[in-house]
C-alpha cells in the first residue's frame, strides 16, 4: 500500500509539471528573492508500523499490522540560506489509525485480545532542508530530508493498564528522519507545491506491558513508525 501511494503522488507531480510548463508567462518572478516566507500545507498519510520480533517465551509469535489512511495540516516557515538551499519548519497536526493483529492469539478463547486498534492524533514538527534546483519557466523541482518530533496524544503510555486489561500503550515522544521529493509550481498569485515523503521511526515506539512474558508485547523487539505523506503546501 505504501509503494501505490509513492506511484500515485510521483504520478500527480508529473502530471502538475506537464501542466505548469504550458504556462508562458513566468509567474511570482521575484518569490525567491525573499529571505523568509510562509505557508500551510493539507495532506493525507498511510502509516504502517516496522516489526522485528525476537525470541521469547510467546510459541510460533506472528504479529501483522493493518494500516489505514488518515489526514495531517499544518504551517510552514521557510528560511532562505542559499539560492538553491533552506531549512524548513513545517509543525503540523497528524491523524490516523493502525489495527496491530496478534495471530497467534486467533484460537484464544477472547477473539478480541488478537487485535488492537491504535489511533494516534500527534504533534508532529519536522525541521528539513530543501534542496532545489534553478528555476525553470513556472516549475522548480526540490529534495527534502531532515528530522522530526513527534508527540502521541493517544499513547497511552502513562496509563496503568496494559494488554491484560485491553491498552495497548505507546511511548508519548518519538523521533524520525523523513526523505522526499517535490516540485514547486509557480501560479498567478501563490506557489503551489505537491510533494511526497517517507517518514520512520527511530527509536522505539513500544511500551511494553509490566508482565515481561507478556503474549502481546514479548515477542517484540522494536516497533517504530513507517510511513507515506503526501502534502500539497501553499505559500
Do not use: C
Not at 70 to 77: D, M, P
Not at 139 to 152: A, C, K, W
Request: zero cysteines.
Amino acid at each position: 500500500m505504501i509503494k501505490k501511494g509513492f506511484l500515485f503522488g510521483f504520478l500527480l507531480m508529473i502530471s502538475a509539471t506537464f501542466f505548469a510548463q504550458r504556462e508562458r508567462v513566468e509567474n511570482l518572478p521575484t518569490f525567491d528573492d525573499r529571505k523568509i516566507h510562509y505557508g500551510f500545507y493539507l495532506g493525507i498519510n498511510q502509516n504502517d508500523f516496522k516489526l522485528n520480533l525476537k525470541n521469547s517465551n510467546v510459541f510460533n509469535a506472528d504479529i501483522s499490522v493493518e494500516p489505514t489512511y488518515g489526514f495531517n495540516v499544518g504551517l510552514i516557515a521557510e528560511l532562505r540560506l542559499h539560492k538553491n538551499l533552506s531549512v524548513r519548519l513545517e509543525p503540523g497536526l497528524v491523524s490516523n489509525s493502525k489495527n496491530i493483529i496478534f495471530n497467534h492469539l486467533n484460537t484464544s478463547a477472547n477473539p478480541q485480545d488478537s487485535i488492537r486498534e491504535i489511533g494516534s492524533t500527534y504533534l508532529h514538527f519536522p525541521v528539513v532542508f530543501k534542496f532545489s534546483t534553478d528555476r525553470y519557466k513556472n516549475i522548480r523541482p526540490y529534495l527534502l530530508g531532515g528530522v522530526s518530533l513527534d508527540y502521541n496524544f493517544s499513547s497511552n503510555e502513562a496509563n496503568q493498564d496494559d494488554n491484560s486489561a485491553g491498552q495497548f500503550r505507546m511511548k508519548t515522544t518519538n523521533f524520525m528522519y523523513e526523505v522526499g521529493v517535490g516540485i514547486d509550481i509557480y501560479l498567478a498569485f501563490f506557489k503551489f507545491s505537491p510533494s511526497i515523503r517517507g517518514v520512520f521511526a527511530i527509536n522505539n515506539e513500544i511500551k511494553y506491558d509490566d508482565d515481561p512474558n507478556s503474549r502481546w508485547t514479548a515477542p517484540i523487539n522494536f516497533m517504530g513508525t513507517r510511513g507515506v505523506f503526501l502534502n500539497f503546501a501553499f505559500e
